[in-house]
């Protein structure tokens, strides 16, 4: 059944729109032509479409090779041992051969980074390496290369999912278009389509360019593109954008651009700025690192110089060893990934977790993120000689029977005020012309207010003075009777949660940044307190925001839709709400599965509290290991004795990183 377009905004003019109940329907209304490489571009200007063509991929890094060597190496080294098959200094070969092999890689790029003046808590590492080496310390050698490629590995991995984001764009689109030709419809490559083409879109398909209806009527859903929370109602002449989701209905259009200019197209393009322009985020180890590198090898030279033994040289190294920063605070990062999993949140980027506390700005996205994304019923202005809950009554009874998404705001406000329904009969609902129905003995009309004017005459003047959000007007026996307003519902917990933004979480400037139009994007942030608001902006005018807002400092980016998703990219911590597209998903560091704002708070939560035991099981590792290198340069500690006390610092700090994992008593403040 078509949803017919009643609704106008009387303020703004033209446009109609609804809303879809269920907008996550993003991939399951993906045509069945969607293949994962979209052929959206002319053969010369792929590129210059947005188009990501990725590098070749290879099944191994080199860090993931070195991660496989040293495993290897260490297993070979306790089969041997303790199968005592070899003599004592035999099974010390495989950790030898795995700290040549892995090692010297490793080394070496850290003495390029030590050139360039970077010295982070890997370059001690390095020095360890080498350190071990000498000492014959193999397999402690050893399992300082795991950690340093294992960390490498999942950082590369992180990278990999960033650039995946434009994989799922591209995923998303069609490659085929349903053109109309003389002899009937053909199925033509997107390359293909010229500006002037006919094209069928069929029921549940993803549109394949940017073009104008010359026949048919239906709705589509632009929420991801543009913002608007409501489904847009589509008749002759109303324009439609690539990459909307159509409605019931089948629709003919003529392309008005290329598919090289769309609007999907360009959302690409912008995506890909986004990802070549992401903020580079310094870690927490290497802010640490980059501190104590420097104290750890100049203490070393120190006792050398002083005491002239080299031994002393090797002691400190050793005690100095990183494993608080090269152990605990991954530990602990991974211990907060699993509790938020648990608290249904996705850490996609662990960085996330050590930046989201430093963020001073947050910007939200308006439809899915502030609001629920559904109409809701918040004005009936009645006509003279007409009771609001009578009308109310009368109307729910008709819509009970309509599967038009304002019906369900109708309905909840008829149940909200407790109204009975009553049995209607006649309910006829063409496309494009409104709803009408017969409830006891009356006939009951509801359409948009021009139509209303048109067929019953009732003067323009009558009908209150335009306003913000959607309008409906109703007729009862053909007279004016009601002009029921509509607006995006916001989240219930949206103007609390801004409240508490500034005093408990050090926010200093709160921004609405949204595609939707003025009058909407202002009447929510009146609402929920937010002075900022930045309305009909495209995915690049939200991207230009959000890169100047984070040159003046660290921002959090809020949303859902795939018009927020070169914003997440480009701000410090982008969040995405629910599954709603892949797209989204993919470029947020995380992912609050469970669509609400107390989610996001739980996230700032264990975020404050992974950085205080990161902070604790580093920081007090690395106190422990100063006192030690105290020691270890007066001549009091040997390297041997050195390598022992810096495992038992290493355990004291891991077993205080491990309570990240354990859920505190709260996790919300507002």
Known sequence: MTMP????????????????????????????????????????????????????????????????????????????????ILSRSSYGIPL??????????????????????????????????????????????SLVV?????????ESYAVRKASSVLEALSKRMPNLAHQQQATGIVDVTLDAVSIGNTLVVFPHEICPVDGVVIEGNGIMDESYLTGEPFMMSKTSGSNVLSGAINGDSALTIR??????????ANIMKVMRGAQQHRPRIRRLGDQLGAVYTPLAVAAAVAAWYFSGDSLRFLAVLVIATPCPLLIAIPVTIIGSISLAAKRGIIIKDPSVLEQIGACR?????????????????????????????????????????????????????ARKLKLPLAQADKINEPPGQGLEGTVLGRKIRVTNGRSLIRETGTAETSLPPPSAGLECAIAIDGAYAATYRFHDAPRSDSKPFIAHLKNKHQFRKVMLV???????????????????????????????????????????????????????????VGVAFGQNSDVTTEAAGAVIMD?????????????????SVALQSAVGGMALSAAG??????????PVGGAITQEIIDVLAIANALRAALPPKTLVDF
């Open 514 to 572: 949204s595609g939707d139009r003025e009058s909407e994007s202002q009447y929510l942030a009146d609402l929920v307190g937010i002075k900022a608001v930045y309305a009909s902006k495209s995915p690049e005018e939200k991207v230009a925001i959000v890169r100047e807002e984070t040159r003046t400092a660290k921002t959090l980016f809020l949303g859902d839709g795939i018009n927020d998703a070169p914003a997440l990219m480009t701000a410090t």
């Open 629 to 638: 290198m105290i020691f270890a340069a007066t001549g009091y500690l040997h």
């Open 361 to 413: 700005t947050m910007i939200f996205d308006k439809t899915g993120t502030l609001t629920y994304g559904v109409p809701e019923l918040t004005q009936q202005l009645v006509g003279e000689g007409f009771d609001a809950p009578e009308v109310l009554r009368l109307v729910a009874s008709v819509e009970q029977y309509s599967k038009h998404p304002l019906a369900i705001a109708i309905l909840a406000g």
């Open 255 to 264: 392309a008005t651009h290329l598919t090289v200019d769309s609007r999907y």
């Open 96 to 141: 030898l051969a795995a700290l040549i092999l892995g090692g010297l890689p490793l080394v070496y790029e850290l003495a390029l980074k030590a050139l360039h003046k970077e010295f982070g808590s890997d370059l001690l590492a390095g020095i360890s390496i080498i350190t071990s080496a000498i000492l014959g310390e193999y397999l402690a050698g």
């Open 146 to 154: 795991l950690m340093l490629s294992g960390g490498r590995v999942m």
């Open 595 to 611: 669509a609400s704002l107390t989610k996001v708070d739980e996230f700032f939560h264990i975020s404050r509290r992974m950085r």
């Open 5 to 84: 377009a009643r609704t106008r905004n009387v303020a703004e003019g033209t446009e109609v729109n609804l809303r879809n109940p269920a907008p996550n329907s993003d991939e399951a209304h993906v045509s069945e032509h969607g293949l994962s490489s979209p052929a959206c571009v002319q053969p010369n200007s792929r590129a210059e479409a947005g188009e990501i063509t990725h590098p070749k991929k290879y099944p191994f890094s080199k860090e993931s090779v070195i991660v496989l060597v040293v495993l290897v190496g260490i297993a070979l080294h306790l089969v041997l041992r303790y199968q005592l």
